[in-house]
């Protein structure tokens, strides 16, 4: 069993410490147990199951520091691990951004863990994927998909008294469908916490009738455009940005935050006042850890408000360097925080479309890359249904285009947001936006 | 039950993004458990067979077993400082096996007898699961028994042999060559790996390889307060299948084209972060292009990319047929245009190669993860379509007797699966000089490096962008140039190749991260190409204004 309970976890970390002879001593310890199936053609290609457990030690004398993991847990293994993070230290260079360990803090219990999730089993799993690949075979189209679910914990613990421990679940469901002739293709890829509100049925079908509802689809010249984004299609445009709201990156002159002459953007209105993007870790569709890497609180956090950017996170190191609080970035990797949750309204996507008089309907994009990190401009292309809309209706499906956009233009050009969603690692509404830049036809389908 | 231990490179800042999907798997090891003596070919036969047995026993028809030790490292610098350094180790057995028709797979990193015998059962047991909802039932290619073979890649240098403070003071010297030169920032690293792989196979094969790579890169920034633009300049060296003797050029492994200098080879780091650092203060004040129509003039620092892009991913079999519709994308090659013998997919000039036996290549292996000799063969001949790249369960669907050896798992722990082999465009069989290429040019850009790219999701119209854009005007390069991409679609581009240097400028490209699968898998695989060019392509600018 992968997943250990915070009273465990709590005791093999205390005994570990016991060991240590170091300045400071950080300890952590993180788990999960995952599986997946695989599908294409509509059958199964492959399925499997993952587990890991891992213990790291970071130990530090003066500003040395070194690290070492291992994934056995008797005694002598714990001691020999603390050993050879102390051994390292002793032989690393110095690292001058060295900051001291953080002591206790009360952090908020994390509500990201959800029992049928975890309780997930290949036999489940094909289930799943069965009513989806029926869906596909019913309507003689073909099915590619790729069902995964994880469990899994982490907790830190330093020679100074701070814990914390964090549990967490997730399924994540794909489907590709396209029909026999290679004409037609439609996509679904939703996230949730609770297996419970994953319908792998109901979701193939809305793939299936984009693979229908998108053959025949004409070419229409490349130009701005006024876009609907739905949230899948708005989140690939947005799922880079939040990285931007970095003080030190900002502060170096090489960030979209960075100003003409010096300083940073913070406190200016940088986007459309429509615009209001948070973090909340506590936000039970999209629930994270209540604690960063390093050891510090992790709360709601406002990024931007009605366009006016508010915050920008900073590291300890450079926090100290320039005399502001430190404060974690939202979401992902080494933060906590949860992902980026954007503000809406509630007009549903049919709503959206009644109200707009000519447009294109984006599914979502693909191969999104970064063509200017000045601007933040990048390019991609649309793909599984893409659609022309006329005078408050779907006219017809048109071919892909290649964009050329910058989110942060983007985000200045908006027309009306809908009722957000959860997609990936964020929520957000569906988005018209006036002027997006298609630069190109793609033959793709 | 698999078993997978991730080692996260945290706090690494800008530096990150370099990092992006290195294989850091494992355990952290100090640097002398590098040098432990490798665990001998009769103690992983023995292993081996105790899998090939259990499965057999439960009812696999076929399996296969690989028994894998990896080993990584990592030496991170930013500015005057050291990052990380990072030793990683993964040690395990994968075993995969066909029962009932279908493919299973199972993986521990326990290696008693015990585990592995029930780890067999279960890759059966799943193998059996899966069968209730296949279509047809997996039909391999023979390959004979090879007995008790191995290859190593012919390194001169084992770089997990250099003790890590020589690369530390070369890493630091290149910072320092950077910063006194007027950039603003530098981030520079090594990475460098060595897969130990053990295959075994019921067909009678027993395989160790000793495969080693490297990568030695740099970003340099220069940052201009006044205007509030900044610009970067990475490395021009190419990830190696190769030792740690990359890292000294002489002057045979150095070409020089024109405004700068480039490496074939071998890689000289500190005399490329010197040209890089002026560069970064070119580029600040360099022109921003008129879009439009151009002749491209593609370094093979950049051009190996497209090849990778264009050429290389939609002649892979499994994406034609359709494995990869939910992740990687399918392909415009269809089977009918291979068929036909006739499509049209370059010009006359365009001959392209895949081969495994490449010296130096990152995808070069003495044999594949299903146990194939390596081959060579032609993918474009004269400009036409004429094969693909097969793994074993596909080799009958284009009539194949047998694999083209292009099976690989980037761990113990993943299935392996069709990966690239090295796709190479062939140089001109006449003599033909870059500097006579760039004075046919009346209105071109001479591209150097890889930048931003983006292809859709069969292989038709893609963007790419460059490190380094030199304006060509009457056969002159006349200065440097900004905000520069160019589209185009696949069939159109190649056949818009009109001209290419001969062998001597021929050079590798390489990529060490190639995503593909799901779960996704890594790979390495190289390019080499001459430098080419291409008449008439369509170049858009990329500057736009924020706030």
Not at chain 1, 4 to 20: E, G, P, R
Not at chain 1, 251 to 265: A, L, N, P, Q, V
């Amino acid at each position: 069993m992968a997943i250990l309970s915070k009273d465990d976890t709590q005791a093999i970390l205390k005994k570990v410490l016991s060991f240590a002879k170091a300045d400071e001593t950080e300890v952590s310890l993180g788990g999960s147990q995952s599986g997946n199936i695989r599908t294409a053609r509509n059958a199964v290609s492959t399925a499997g199951e993952v587990s890991n457990l891992s213990l790291g030690v970071s130990s530090s004398f003066g500003k040395r520091t070194g690290n070492a993991s291992i994934n056995e847990f008797d005694d002598a293994s714990l001691e020999k691990v603390v050993r050879r993070a102390e051994e390292l230290a002793r032989l690393a260079p110095e690292n001058p951004e060295y900051m001291p360990l953080l002591g206790p803090s009360n952090f908020a219990e994390s509500i990201g863990y959800n029992e049928k999730t975890a309780a997930m089993t290949p036999d489940t799993r094909a289930e799943m994927v069965a009513k989806s690949l029926k869906v596909a075979k019913d309507n003689k189209l073909e099915a590619a998909g790729f069902l995964q679910n994880s469990a899994g914990f982490r907790a830190v613990m330093n020679s100074k008294g701070l814990f914390a421990y964090n549990k967490s679940t997730d399924v994540a469901f794909s489907v590709t469908v396209r029909n026999q002739e290679g004409t037609g293709s439609g996509y679904v890829d939703h996230s949730y916490n609770d297996v419970g509100k994953l319908d792998t049925l109901a979701l193939t079908k809305i793939a299936a009738n984009k693979a229908t509802s998108s053959v025949g689809a004409k070419a229409i010249e490349p130009g701005r455009y006024t876009v609907i984004l739905e949230p899948l299609a708005a989140s690939d445009m947005l799922g880079g940005i939040i990285r931007g709201f970095d003080l030190r990156t900002a502060d170096e002159g090489r960030s979209f935050m960075s100003k003409k002459g010096g300083g940073t953007r913070l406190g200016e209105q940088l986007f459309d006042e429509k615009v209001n993007i948070w973090s909340d870790p506590l936000n039970p569709e999209l629930p994270g850890s209540t604690w960063s890497g390093d050891g510090m609180p992790v709360g709601k956090t406002t990024w931007v408000e009605n366009g006016v950017v508010k915050n920008l996170a900073v590291s300890r190191y450079w926090a100290q360097k320039k005399g502001v609080q430190p404060l974690s970035g939202p979401g992902g990797g080494r933060f906590g925080g949860g992902g980026m949750i954007m503000a809406g309204g509630t007009a549903s996507i049919e709503e959206m479309i009644k109200n707009t008089e000519k447009g294109i309907l984006v599914t979502r994009f693909w191969y999104i890359r970064m063509v200017d990190q000045q601007t933040l401009v990048q390019t991609g292309l649309t793909r599984d249904g893409t659609f022309f809309i006329e005078n408050g209706q779907i006219k017809f499906p048109i071919k892909n285009f290649r964009f050329n956009e910058s989110p942060i233009i983007m985000l200045n050009n908006v027309e009306e947001l809908g009722k957000p969603v959860r997609s990936g690692s964020s929520i957000l509404p569906p988005m018209k936006i006036r002027d997006f830049t298609f630069t190109s036809l793609s033959d793709a389908i | 039950m698999k078993r997978r231990n991730f080692i996260g490179l945290a706090g690494m800042g800008a530096a990150g993004a370099l990092l992006q999907g290195f294989p850091v798997l494992g355990r952290t090891i100090e640097e002398a458990e590098f040098l432990v003596q490798r665990a001998d070919a009769a103690a992983k036969k023995r292993m081996a067979d105790i899998a090939l047995q259990a499965a057999r026993s439960k009812g696999a028809t076929y399996t296969d077993v690989r028994i894998g030790r990896y080993l990584n490292q990592a030496v991170i610098t930013r500015d005057n400082r050291v990052q990380n350094v990072a030793n990683t180790e993964s040690y395990g057995i994968g075993i995969r096996v066909i029962a009932n028709g279908s493919w299973g797979f199972a993986a521990t990193e326990k290696l008693d007898n015990d585990s592995i015998a029930k780890t067999a059962a279960l890759a059966v047991a799943i193998a059996k699961g899966n069968s209730k909802l296949i279509i047809e039932s997996v039909q391999l290619a023979p390959q004979k028994g090879l007995g008790e073979v191995s290859w190593k890649t012919p390194i001169e240098k084992n770089g997990f042999e250099i003790p890590v403070k020589e690369k530390v003071d070369l890493l630091l010297s290149v910072n320092d060559a950077a910063l006194k030169g007027g950039a603003n920032f530098i981030n520079a690293s090594i990475f460098m790996i060595n897969e130990q792989k053990y295959f075994a196979s019921s067909d009678g094969s027993y395989i160790d390889q000793d495969v080693h790579r490297i990568w030695p890169s740099f970003t340099v920034t220069k940052t201009d307060k006044a205007s509030g633009k900044f610009q970067t300049r990475d490395a021009l060296s190419a990830p190696m299948g190769m030792g740690y003797e990359y890292m000294y050029a002489g002057p045979e492994h150095k070409v020089n084209n024109g405004p700068l200098t480039l490496y074939k080879g071998r890689y000289d780091m500190l005399e490329d972060v010197k040209a890089a650092t002026q560069h970064v203060h070119e580029k600040i004040t360099a022109r921003s292009v008129e879009p439009g129509k151009y002749d491209l003039v593609l370094d093979p620092t950049h051009l190996g990319l497209t090849i990778h892009e264009a050429t290389g991913h939609p002649t892979e079999l499994d994406r034609v047929l359709g494995y990869e519709a939910n992740y990687a994308g399918t392909s415009f090659l269809t089977l009918d245009k291979w068929k036909s013998k006739n499509f049209n997919y370059g010009s006359k000039l365009v001959n392209v190669q895949a081969d495994k036996l490449q010296p130096g290549s990152l995808g070069a292996v003495g044999y594949d993860d299903e146990g194939v000799p390596s081959g060579q063969w032609d993918i474009i001949k004269d400009g036409i379509l004429v094969n693909y790249q097969t793994i074993r369960d596909q080799a009958h669907i284009l009539g194949l007797k047998a694999s083209q050896g292009c099976c690989y798992a980037d761990s113990w722990d993943s299935v392996q699966f069709q990966r690239m082999p090295n796709v190479s465009l062939m140089p001109n069989k006449n003599k033909r000089s870059v500097q006579d290429i760039i004075k046919s040019v009346k209105k071109g850009i001479y591209i150097v490096g890889r930048g931003s790219y983006s292809i859709d999701q069969q292989r038709y119209n893609f963007q790419f962008g460059g490190q380094l854009f030199y304006e060509i005007k009457d056969g002159q390069i006349v200065g440097m140039l900004n905000d520069v991409a160019y589209q185009s679609n696949t069939q159109e581009f190649w056949n818009s190749m009109t001209d290419i240097a001969d062998q001597s400028d021929y050079r590798l490209f390489g990529t060490f991260n190639d995503g593909k699968g799901q779960p996704s898998q890594s790979s390495a695989v190289s390019h080499g190409s001459s430098t080419a060019k291409f008449e008439g392509v369509n170049v858009i600018n990329t500057g736009r204004k924020i706030g």
